[in-house]
């Protein structure tokens, strides 16, 4: 068995990448991404960007659902139209990689630059254990050479968020 409570973990902070609403049920939307690789067609190395349309809420980790936006940012809840296959609104996803971020974000967690809405991560090159791979991750041990990056997080309400798209790393401020 393999337990999964990263959103749980307030000594870790592994709250601050939760972007699912307190209502909706985590159990619900990992069903539901790994119900739907098998609807993105999953046999291939693209895995990750496959898509996949009507499989459920996703938990906004891919940050191309950002543009996609909520009823707030829209300006009308797609829920009325639900109810008729005409009218139905169906958003797209990409189940594999939102699947996966899930459980990623159990041993493998960005390194936050505090107060800046900044997560550095480095993805490493070369084959390493889980436990070598997970500080190299977080920047506990550095790798001469390997890739760092770094992301934000979008706050649509209080409480609802997704994320941004990853770009090189461009060091702290020297603010």
């Known amino acids: 068995m393999f337990r999964i409570d990263w959103f749980c973990d307030e000594f870790a902070g ?8 307190g209502q909706q049920s985590v159990l619900d939307i990992a069903t539901s991404m ?3 690789m098998g609807a993105a067609g999953i046999v291939s190395e693209s895995t990750l960007w496959n898509s996949a349309r009507g499989i459920g809420l996703p938990f906004n980790f891919d940050s ?9 940012d829209i300006g009308f809840s797609f829920d ?3 109810g008729s296959e005409t009218t139905r609104i169906e ?6 990689l939102e699947i996966l971020c ?4 159990q ?3 960005p390194h936050e630059l505090k107060g800046e809405n900044r997560f550095v991560y480095t993805a490493w090159q070369a084959p390493l254990a889980p436990s070598v791979a997970a500080v190299v991750a977080c920047q506990s041990i550095r ?6 990056y770094e992301f934000r997080l979008l706050y649509r309400t209080k409480y609802l968020k997704s994320f941004l798209p990853a770009q090189p790393f461009q060091g702290e401020r020297d603010e």
């Open 143 to 148: 790798i001469a050479d390997d890739p760092t």
């Open 80 to 82: 009325p139209l639900a």
């Open 64 to 72: 191309d659902l950002g543009g996609q936006g909520s009823a707030i």
């Open 107 to 109: 041993r493998f967690r």
């Open 102 to 105: 899930f459980v990623g974000l």
């Open 91 to 96: 958003g797209t996803c990409k189940p594999a």
């Open 34 to 36: 790994h119900g739907g």
């Open 14 to 21: 592994g709250s601050r990448f939760k972007t699912w609403a």
